[in-house]
């Protein structure tokens, strides 16, 4: 499993536990630090997927870090700080900054912004069409010929995976761990109801999930 990694740069102790908990929580491998000098011995030992940054800190201004950053890497940088103005924000983004947050923040935005500056990196395309269903990757919404299957996150995660993985038996194990960020354990109940649940909603098209003992999960036509 290819986790990514974020490096929180904030002096703020509550705000930085705080967010860094909650990434943990949403499977990302997460590195704190609550000063420029700190954030500058974290990358020599490992460069991050992504920054999440202050702009005020203690030893110099995150805008500062930034442009010493892009003299080397493009790593994508959100911009997570208490200046609200316009001018601040140009000045951030001008800078280059990815995206700009002000605080105080809800959660759900933060986490958006982070998945978003992570599927850029990566190039993965906003919109999946395979055969009957479209994904919309940025709403997680999927749609089977044109109408919306109702998806929760896990759904909607799982059936992707299975539609990208036509055709290949998949474990119970893998698929957990793809899914749900973390190792099954005892929970393979989850998979299963899951599962079944897709199952329930995919019915009208031409595929099923079939599910074969000792080769795994596998998402094919009927």
């Not at 038996?169 to 973390?182: F, G, H, N, R, T």
């Amino acid at each position: 499993m290819n986790t990514k990694r974020i490096l929180l740069v904030d002096d703020n102790e509550q705000i930085m536990r705080g967010n860094e908990r909650m990434l943990v929580r949403r499977g990302y491998d997460v590195t704190s630090a609550s000063t420029l000098t700190e954030a500058r011995n974290a990358i020599q030992e490992q460069m991050p997927d992504l920054f999440v940054l202050d702009i005020m800190l203690p030893d110099g201004s995150g805008l500062d870090f930034i442009a010493e950053l892009r003299g080397h890497s493009q790593v994508p940088v959100l911009l997570l700080t208490g200046l609200t103005t316009p001018e601040d924000v140009v000045r951030g983004l001008t800078a280059g900054g990815d995206d700009y947050l002000a605080k105080p923040y809800d959660f759900g935005v933060l986490l958006a912004r982070v998945e978003a500056l992570l599927r850029r990196a990566e190039n993965i395309p906003e919109k999946i069409v395979r055969g009957q269903f479209v994904f919309d990757i940025t709403a997680d919404v999927a749609t089977l010929d044109g109408v919306d299957l109702l998806l929760s996150q896990k759904e909607f995660s799982l059936l992707l995976f299975f539609v990208q993985n036509e055709e290949r038996y998949i474990s119970a194990d893998y698929l957990y761990e793809k899914v749900w960020k973390q190792a099954m354990g005892g929970n393979s109940n989850t998979l299963k109801t899951t599962i079944n649940r897709l199952r329930e909603k995919i019915k009208s098209s031409s595929y099923q999930i079939t599910w074969s003992r000792g080769e795994g999960y596998c998402f094919e036509k009927e």
